[in-house]
């Protein structure tokens, strides 16, 4: 199969991305695992339930947690929530065999990255592993307008706490290129597109990126976009 993911994992990391594979149907987990190590990826582990996930995740340290929902033991959002609370570096890709809205939401809201129907091709597959290890959203087509919805949706609502007004004294000060970084997250453009656009490479996105959420003290995309809808720096 062509495309090896051998040598830089695509953001500036030596090595194959590492991708743990979790779904409880052996012949689907096995398949799965063996397309990633056809493409080169390194398959570190795979789990068949929930509670296994969370074990092994947490000694085999992956780049990608290529997950599916519907797991025994403990249900694939929760397995999601608690390693994303764990290690926020990690990028969770939801494989799932449902579409239902509810279920992509629930996902997205448990810090997956992106969600991915089981309907999706082997090339599919590869390139939206490759694309989570970066940070970029991945959604099957029709549902990257389905949860940019819901970011509006969450960022109409009262937001929690102080500290959330950026002209407050002492609120974390963003650079103009950050800004103009958020803005675009916030109108649904990967990370890719917006290197496109302000002709800068991918990596520098990405760290304008890590930089804008450490500031902000912010954990994942999700968030970050919710900040920026909240600013309406989406409609500027």
């Known amino acids: 199969m062509s495309g090896r993911d051998d040598g830089d994992g695509g953001d500036g990391r030596q090595g194959p991305i590492r991708v743990m594979v979790v779904d409880d149907h052996p012949m689907w987990r096995e398949a799965v695992a063996r397309d990633l190590t056809e ?25 990608v947690l290529v997950l599916d929902l519907n797991l025994p033991a403990k249900p694939g959002v929760q397995v ?21 809205h509810a279920d992509v939401l629930e996902a ?9 129907l089981k309907s999706a ?24 307008g389905l949860v940019l919805g819901e970011y509006r949706r969450l960022a ?14 002492g609120a974390p000060r963003l650079t103009d290129r950050e800004t103009e970084v958020l803005r675009l997250v ?15 490479s991918h990596r520098t996105v990405q760290n304008h990126v890590q930089n804008t959420l450490g500031k902000l003290q912010l954990h994942n995309r999700v968030e970050l976009v919710r900040y920026a ?6 409609e500027e």
């Open 39 to 63: 493409a080169g990826f390194e398959v570190v582990a795979t789990a068949g339930d929930g509670e296994q996930a969370v074990r092994r995740a947490r000694a085999a340290a992956p780049d």
């Open 121 to 144: 091709s082997t090339e599919e597959l590869l390139d939206a592993v490759r694309r989570t290890a970066v940070g970029d959203p991945v959604f099957t087509p029709g549902l990257a």
């Open 80 to 100: 999601c929530k608690e390693l994303v609370g764990h290690n926020p570096a990690l990028r969770v890709l939801v494989l799932s065999a449902s579409g239902e």
């Open 108 to 116: 997205v809201k448990s810090g997956a990255t992106g969600y991915l």
């Open 156 to 169: 109409s609502e009262p937001a929690p706490g102080p500290g959330t007004d950026p002209d407050e004294p």
């Open 229 to 234: 809808i909240e600013r309406g720096l989406d």
């Open 186 to 200: 916030a109108k649904g453009l990967s990370y890719k597109q917006i290197a496109e656009r302000l002709v800068i």
